[in-house]
């Protein structure tokens, strides 16, 4: 049975042809040149060259191909992910921070121009990793608990949508990314719970504050990674995003004409 098991694999059975037909290639040979030495001599040296064909297909081919699967990987992923800006991430990014205290101290670092390069996105991103942000939520800010309260709504109208990106399997070897859609997750389930947000204790206002401030954090430092992948690969989409930057409190998505004077 195991035979049999293995004789159905169309591998095993392509195999087993090969070899027949290089056998009988072989046996051909002789009969016709009746030459055995010359035979079993060029025989050696296909058997000799066996590990080096072994050599460029394992470690060449399979490599150029890995390295093809994960470019098409990444070019898949960052779709998914240049939907989620378009979707929710963007707006969460100019909503939240509003309320962030030290927005000031890195929005300039966010603003990004057309002339940015790939050390400016290193500069900034290490900015980010070192930032400590601080979401303040509290009776003492109403606008604060009035954004909250239409947050609440807008991630709940997403949750669809945001559920079929988890499910996305090209998102398997983002974990970043991962990790923030289950922050923006977390938070909507906090907010959903909470049927006023008016009248919180101080304690569950923080609590509120620090779920926000990991999946802000998280959002900010994806949006700059999708970024530099756009001004990579895509700086007409890189311009638009530039326009719509909304840590720029001064971004307008139409095209402004120069000065006068100015060419």
Not at 52 to 66: K, M, Q, T
């Amino acid at each position: 049975m195991e035979i049999r098991k293995y004789l159905n694999n169309w591998r095993v059975r392509l195999g087993l042809i090969l070899i027949i037909l290089a056998a009988i290639l072989y046996i051909t040979n002789f009969l016709l040149f009746k030459d055995l030495h010359d035979t079993l001599f060029y025989l050696d040296i296909d058997l000799a060259f066996i590990p080096i064909e072994a050599l460029i297909i394992v470690l060449v081919l399979e490599w150029i191909i890995g390295e093809r699967e994960k470019r098409n990987l990444l070019q898949k992923m960052n779709m998914v992910i240049g939907s989620f800006f378009s979707e929710v991430g963007t707006e969460l990014l100019a909503g939240i921070s509003e309320f962030d205290s030290k927005t000031e101290k890195i929005r300039k670092k966010l603003i990004m121009t057309d002339e940015w390069t790939k050390k400016d996105f290193l500069d900034a991103s290490n900015r980010i990793k070192n930032y400590n942000f601080h979401v303040y939520i509290g009776e003492n800010n109403p606008n604060s608990i009035h954004y909250f309260q239409e947050l609440k709504v807008f991630l709940v109208k997403n949750r669809e949508f945001m559920l079929r990106l988890l499910a996305n399997p090209n998102l398997l070897e983002h974990d970043s990314f991962t990790d923030l859609l289950w922050a923006v997750f977390h938070l909507t389930e906090e907010l959903e719970n909470r049927t006023d947000l008016t009248n919180l204790p101080k304690a569950d206002y923080q609590h509120l504050a620090g779920d926000t401030e990991r999946a802000y954090s998280l959002l900010v430092y994806e949006w700059l990674q999708y970024m530099e992948h756009l001004m990579e690969n895509y700086p007409y989409l890189f311009s638009l995003a530039i326009r719509t930057n909304p840590f720029n409190p001064d971004a307008t998505v139409e095209i402004q004409d120069p000065p006068k004077g100015m060419v």
